[in-house]
């Protein structure tokens, strides 16, 4: 059995909340997670709906799919590339994507702005069942691997976590370097009092 993330998207958003709908009957078996994710019009994520068999469904803290939604959505998504901006206007192509584009890159560009898509975290024997399901509805089916997502899930965290402490680290530098300034200042002042 191997892990995937699935990522189904459609060119109509009602065909994801079908979809959704729709999976409990399916025979897709090892569901983990699905939820149906917008990619709004500024580049956030919203979701829509969920379920899954983490304890509590309604928090998204310490699963993938949260860390996930957060990354391509939040900041560490602004600093890695995942703008609105950077994709309003651009026709991807992820079948044609540069091998070497990163697994979060993948995601954030096939589902652009303005789309809607299931994401689902699942154990497969085949990949035969899911391609069935989401093929009769005309969706476009990416499949990544569970450990390679979560990998470059944790690189993502800890490349935001050191350029957090270098803009601080340089933050810090900049206000020592402007007080010193004004310290150097305010004592030519003074002795320019003496001096007259």
């Known amino acids: 059995m191997t892990h995937h993330i699935l990522l189904a998207t459609w060119n109509e958003s009602s065909k994801a909340y079908e979809s959704f709908s729709q999976l409990k009957n399916s025979g897709l078996a090892n569901i983990h997670q699905a939820s149906i994710v917008e990619r709004q019009q500024d580049g956030k994520f919203k979701i829509h709906d969920q379920n899954g068999d983490a304890p509590d469904t309604n928090t998204w803290g310490g699963s993938i799919f949260g860390s996930l939604i957060g990354i391509l959505g939040g900041p560490l998504g602004v600093l890695l590339g995942f703008t609105a901006g950077a994709l309003i206007g651009s026709a991807f192509d992820v079948d044609n994507a540069n091998a070497d584009l990163a697994v979060l890159g993948k995601i954030g560009q096939a589902l652009p702005t303005g789309t809607t898509g299931l994401i689902i975290d699942i154990d497969e024997d ?22 390679e997502v979560e990998a470059e899930i944790e690189a993502s965290v800890e490349t935001w976590e050191e350029t957090s402490r270098q803009a601080n680290l340089a933050l810090k530098e900049k206000k020592k370097a402007e007080n010193k300034a004004k310290r150097q200042q305010k004592w030519q002042d003074f002795k320019a009092k003496f001096h007259k």
């Open 126 to 147: 085949s990949d035969a069942l899911a391609d069935e399901f989401f093929k009769t509805s005309g969706a476009t089916l990416y499949r990544w691997d569970y450990d």
